[in-house]
């Protein structure tokens, strides 16, 4: 249980001084780079792509799986 406790307060320590000093970088420099919309908007039309020639692809296969085995 001692031990329980003095890891509880080191992992409560430790993620108290890292708010607060993210807080204090923020502060400093307000301009963090955040992502714009139109990047997300880029990377999941990406993903979504990606997904849907995958399930294109695993469709034809299952359907012509038979027909593939002899080749």
């Known amino acids: 249980m001692k031990s329980t406790t003095a890891c509880t307060y080191r992992v ?6 890292r708010v607060q000093e993210s ?10 780079g955040d ?9 999941v039309a990406a993903v979504t792509g990606a997904v849907l020639i995958a399930g294109t692809i695993a469709v034809v296969i ?10």
């Open 35 to 43: 992502i714009s919309t139109t990047t997300v908007i880029i990377w």
């Open 62 to 71: 299952s359907k012509y799986n038979g027909k593939l085995a002899g080749l």
């Open 12 to 17: 409560v320590h430790w993620l108290t001084t």
């Open 23 to 32: 807080l204090e970088e923020a502060a400093r420099r307000p301009d963090r």
